[in-house]
C-alpha cells in the first residue's frame, strides 16, 4: 500500500516537472474540453503548495510533500467545478510558497496580465502555498491591470489528508472568480469559506484550516450554502488604480526584513547595505519602535541612501509616524505587516528613491 501510493506521489512529481517545463501541454488539453457558453470562463494558474501536496497516511497533516501534484491532478478531483465554470490550468511553477521568489512571481504577473489582453478570460484563480500567499496576493493587488476577478487560493490540509480543504477552496474560489459581484474588489483571498482582500488578510496560525484572518479591518465577504456574499469593499487603491507597472521589468529592488528584539544590535543593517539592500523594513517591537542601537544601524543605512521603513512584529495595528521618522527620512509602514511592507517597498523603489515620496505610497495603497 505504502508503495502504491509512493509511486502515485511520484509519477505526480513527473508530471509536475513535466508541466514546469512546458506548461502548454496542459493549457491545450484543458481548452479542447467543449466550453459551456453560458459559464464563465476562469483559468486557474498554478504554483504548488499544500493544496498540490500529498502525504503517505491519510492523517498525516504536516509531514507531507507540498508542491507534487500537477494542475490537472487538482481540476480533476473536483468535477464541480464545471458546473460554475469553463476552467482551464495552467502550471506556472510547483512549488513550497517558501521558494517562491521575484522570478516567479514576476512570471506569474506577467503571464496575468497577458491573459487579460486576450479577453478569453474572465476571472483567475492562483493556487499557491499558504505561508507566502499573501505576499504573492498584495503583488498582484498592485500590479494586475483589471477589475476582474482574481482569487489567490491555497489549503492548510495535503490532498490525500482526511477532509482535505483543498477541494472545496478550489471549488469555491473558482466560483467567486466567475461571479459578477468579486469584480472591481482587488485581488482576493479566498480560504475556509471568507472572502478576504490581499490588502489586509494574514496567515495567523501554523496549522489550522482558519488560519488566514483579517482582525484589524475584517473580511470582505463569506461563501456560504453555495452563495457569495460581499460585505466590505477595499478602500486602498489597487489594480486599475495603482501606478505600478511590471512590463519591462526582469528583476525588483532588493528589500530586506530586520527583525526588533531585547538586545538587538546593528550588525544586521550594516550586512544588509553591505548586500546591496535598497530598502530595509524593521519589523519593529509595539508601535515600530526600535532600539538605540539598531537605530545606529538604521540612520547608518539611510544616510547611505537605503529607504528605511518601520513596521511592526505585533500583527496588528498602524505604526504611527513619529518624529524620529521626520528627522531621519524614514518611511512608516501604517498598517502594512512587514512581509507586504516589503513588497511594497519593492516596488515603490521601482519608482523612487524618495522617502517622502514612498511615504505617500505608504498611505494609499
Ligand atoms: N510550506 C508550504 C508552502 O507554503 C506548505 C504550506 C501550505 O501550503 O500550507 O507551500
Redesign the pocket.
Same mark, same amino acid.
Given at each position: 500500500m505504502i508503495f502504491l501510493i509512493a509511486l502515485y506521489v511520484f509519477s505526480e512529481s513527473i508530471t509536475a516537472t513535466h508541466s514546469l517545463a512546458s506548461n502548454r501541454p496542459i493549457e491545450e488539453k484543458a481548452e479542447t474540453t467543449s466550453k459551456n457558453q453560458k459559464l464563465k470562463n476562469v483559468k486557474i494558474l498554478a504554483t $504548488? $503548495? %499544500? *493544496?498540490a $501536496?500529498s502525504a503517505s497516511s491519510k492523517t498525516d497533516t504536516t509531514g507531507y510533500q507540498?508542491?507534487v501534484l500537477g494542475i490537472e491532478t487538482l481540476i480533476n478531483a473536483v468535477p464541480e467545478l464545471k458546473q460554475v465554470a469553463n476552467v482551464c490550468g495552467e502550471q506556472i511553477a510547483n *512549488?513550497?510558497?517558501?521558494?517562491?521568489d521575484n522570478k516567479i512571481l514576476l512570471k506569474l504577473s506577467k503571464r496575468i496580465n497577458e491573459l487579460l489582453k486576450t479577453k478569453a478570460v474572465d476571472g483567475f484563480v492562483v493556487t499557491? $502555498? %499558504?505561508? %507566502?500567499?499573501e505576499e504573492t496576493a498584495y503583488f498582484l493587488n498592485l500590479v494586475i491591470k483589471s477589475s476582474k476577478p482574481v482569487v489567490i487560493v491555497?489549503?492548510?490540509r495535503p490532498a490525500s489528508a482526511l477532509s482535505a480543504d483543498g477541494p472545496l477552496n478550489l471549488y469555491n474560489a473558482v466560483k467567486i472568480a466567475a461571479s459578477e459581484e468579486a469584480k472591481n474588489k482587488g485581488v482576493l483571498i479566498s480560504l475556509n469559506g471568507r472572502i478576504g482582500s490581499a490588502r489586509y488578510i494574514t496567515k495567523t496560525n501554523t496549522t489550522t484550516t482558519d488560519t488566514f484572518q483579517s482582525e484589524e479591518q475584517g473580511y470582505l465577504g463569506a461563501i456560504a450554502g453555495n452563495k457569495i456574499y460581499f460585505y466590505n469593499e477595499p478602500t486602498r487603491k489597487h489594480t486599475t488604480e495603482s501606478v505600478f507597472d511590471i512590463t519591462k521589468l526582469d528583476e525588483l529592488p532588493q528589500v530586506d526584513i530586520i527583525y526588533g528584539y531585547q538586545n538587538d544590535n546593528r550588525y544586521f543593517y550594516d550586512a544588509a547595505v553591505k548586500a546591496g539592500a535598497k530598502g530595509i523594513i524593521i519589523a519593529g517591537v509595539g508601535n515600530g519602535s526600535i532600539s538605540d542601537h539598531a537605530l545606529e544601524g538604521a540612520k547608518a543605512a539611510a544616510k547611505k541612501g537605503v529607504i528605511i521603513i518601520r513596521s511592526s512584529h505585533v500583527g496588528n495595528g498602524i505604526v504611527t509616524r513619529e518624529k524620529t521618522d521626520d528627522e531621519n527620512n524614514f518611511v512608516t509602514a501604517d498598517s502594512l505587516n512587514p512581509q507586504k511592507a516589503r513588497i511594497l517597498a519593492m516596488l515603490a523603489l521601482t519608482k523612487t528613491n524618495d522617502p517622502k515620496e514612498i511615504q505617500r505610497f505608504f498611505n494609499v495603497y
Open positions: $504548488g $503548495g %499544500t *493544496i $501536496g507540498a508542491g *512549488i513550497r510558497s517558501q521558494n517562491m499557491h $502555498g %499558504t505561508d %507566502t500567499l491555497g489549503s492548510m
